[in-house]
């Protein structure tokens, strides 16, 4: 696969869909209706894929599949999937081929977020210290973000001693970010570090998380 780090991925496809080249595919943005907005989008081959054009007589492993530059002509939303019509992609065969592919953008054209708003690719790695009462406490490093059990996000961190933790991603907390350092500086209540993956809830507003593809 192309470096995923250089990548926003929006959608993996499936299978055809449809008689003209059209193909199904998942959506792997919360901003589906982004589509509306892009002409030139970006196929990733799927891991493990090899271009066998790159292999010589010397019996050279083959390179990966380059990345490829597509127009998106048409889509549409269908069940949860989204439907995509690619220039060029004309026929099942066509579309068949496309099967396991991931449509990505350069992280650099990614769409740009409100303050106090952040992609969770961004945040996945990070260090996030306890600067409460004035000390620096390390709390872990961010392993995932759950926004599925309330109003605030929840990051998910791994504590060397103290194992998985879970911390409320709540502005009332946070104190700064600083993403090129992959560090985050939030003032925790006492104890919350030793409450382990239970009772972490919290009625602050939340310093909103947003994904776009593999942000998420």
């Known amino acids: ?16 869909q449809g008689r003209k080249g059209e193909v199904l595919a998942s959506i792997l ?21 090899a271009d066998p054009r790159s ?9 990966k599949i380059a ?28 579309a068949e081929a496309l099967r396991g592919q991931v449509v990505a953008i350069p992280r650099a054209e990614r769409a740009a977020l409100d303050p106090d708003t952040y992609y969770i690719g961004d945040l996945m790695g ?9 000390g620096a406490r390390p709390a872990g490093v961010i392993v995932d973000v759950d926004r599925s059990a309330g109003p605030v996000a929840l990051l998910v961190l791994e504590h060397a001693q103290l194992g998985e933790l879970l911390i409320p991603f709540a502005k ?39 994904t776009e593809g593999n942000d998420g």
């Open 1 to 16: 696969m192309a470096d995923q780090e250089a990548w926003v991925w929006l959608a993996e496809i499936r299978r055809p």
């Open 29 to 49: 943005t919360d901003f589906p209706e982004k589509f509306a907005e892009r002409r030139h989008v970006w196929l990733l081959a799927p891991q493990g894929h």
């Open 55 to 63: 292999s010589d007589s010397n019996g050279q492993a083959p390179g």
């Open 67 to 94: 990345p490829r530059a597509v127009e998106l002509v048409h889509h549409w939303m269908h069940k949860g999937s989204v439907v995509l019509h690619f220039a060029g992609v004309d026929s099942i065969t066509d």
């Open 126 to 134: 990070c260090a996030v210290v306890d600067v409460h009462g004035g």
């Open 172 to 210: 009332s907390y946070l104190r700064r970010v600083d993403l090129e350092a992959r560090r985050l500086e939030m003032d925790l209540p006492a104890g919350l570090l030793e409450l382990n993956a239970a009772g972490t809830g919290s009625s602050d507003v939340a310093a909103e998380v947003a």
